[in-house]
């Protein structure tokens, strides 16, 4: 069974909507997409004609990204950040009332969410509760083996919010069991910031692989709005009929590859020795200290830490203006916060009020 199989039967069966810069690209007199024939703001501010409709996937930014992940163009998909690439996945792949996803929590929530709008069951296995959140690795495949509705399985590495990675040999394990029945998403929302190299390397080899990136963490452009999808170019096409028709607005589309151009990319090497080593001073301030009960340091941009009193402790630094991620809702982090890698400025402001909290204890 190919990946066209795997996906919804309407989706193959509909007809995609073909939009006006898809039948002729943007160059002529432009009479054909109902815009404006002139902007009201100048293209030099904005760094785009902002009257036009952009391309759907522009060739220079494709071109662009697909050299950063190393992986051929026609792997590529931008999408408004990873989430649409989950959101879009999950439509295609998932039938309501029918099929499922696989996730283990904790770990990002916007593919229980994807999946619930969806109407697909979410299919849940929890990872180890010894405190290590490491992946009950049997629970998965036997999930897997029993469970026909799983479409999706969605691995996170490293994982949001405890920051661990995906073994290469297991996610071999994990495709293999896959193969025909369920694609397997490696969300790479962090990699730059660990050492593993990317699945996106197995790709050519997996037909059910799916790697996420984005520009949105090790880039420092979450404000842009810019991820992709790296898939074998069929998985691709499914995904393409039924992302909007112009996904990726102009503005965002001009500053991107300003982003990426090559002068930056010295800026961005500086910023992931920045990051590390503002972790390393980051996890000193938290090491030792008598509340803290765990330290998860993982392998992001941010550590977890299990304290007592997390609600009290979480209040107390929002009384000094710090913000840091707690998760009541959830009782498999209960007491658990995750810290996100500051400024060295930060990192001395949550030095400074845990010293405060903790001689109040
Ligand atoms: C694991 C993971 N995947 C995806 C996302 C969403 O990324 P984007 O900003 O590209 O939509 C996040 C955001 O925090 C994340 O933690």
Do not use: H
């Not at 998909?77 to 929590?105: H, K, N, Y």
């Amino acid at each position: 069974m190919g990946i066209v199989e795997l996906a919804r039967p309407e989706i193959v069966a509909m007809k995609p909507y073909s939009s006006a810069r898809t039948e002729a690209p943007g160059k002529g007199i432009l009479l054909n997409a109902n815009e404006a024939p002139w902007p009201l703001l100048s293209d030099t501010l904005i760094g785009a004609e902002l009257n036009r409709y952009p391309d759907p996937q522009p060739a220079d930014l494709l071109a662009r990204l697909a050299d950063l992940y190393q992986v051929p163009e026609e792997m590529v998909l931008m999408t408004r950040g990873s989430d649409e690439g989950i959101d879009l996945l999950t439509r295609v792949f998932c039938r309501a009332g029918q099929d499922a996803i696989l996730q283990c929590p904790p770990t990002f929530g916007m593919y229980r969410i994807a999946a619930q709008t969806q109407g697909a069951e979410v299919v849940s296995v929890p990872r180890m509760p010894d405190g290590s959140f490491s992946l009950d690795r049997q629970a998965m495949l036997d999930a897997l083996q029993d469970d026909q509705r799983i479409k999706l399985v969605f691995l996170t590495s490293p994982n949001n919010p405890t920051g661990d990675v995906i073994g290469e040999d297991y996610l071999e394990e994990l495709l293999r069991v896959s193969r025909n029945r369920a694609l397997v998403i490696v969300d790479e929302a962090y990699a730059e910031f660990c050492r593993q190299p990317s699945a996106s390397g197995m790709i050519t080899a997996n037909e059910n692989l799916v790697v996420l990136r984005t520009m949105s963490k090790a880039w420092a452009a979450a404000g842009l709005r810019c991820g992709v999808v790296l898939a074998q170019p069929a998985a691709i096409a499914l995904l393409r009929r039924v992302i909007a028709p112009y996904p990726l607005p102009s503005p965002v589309v001009a500053l991107a590859l300003r982003m990426l151009g090559r002068d930056m990319l010295e800026k961005q090497q500086n910023l992931l020795q920045q990051i590390s080593d503002n972790k390393r001073v980051l996890i000193g301030v938290l090491e030792n200290r008598p509340f803290i009960r765990n330290l998860i340091p993982g392998e992001a941009n941010f550590v977890l830490i299990r304290v007592d009193e997390a609600e009290e402790l979480l209040a107390f630094c929002a009384q000094r203006n710090l913000v840091l991620r707690g998760f009541p809702a959830d009782p498999m982090l209960r007491g658990c916060i995750r810290i996100s890698v500051g400024s060295e400025n930060d990192i001395a402001a949550l030095s400074a009020a845990l010293d405060e909290w903790e001689s109040t204890r």
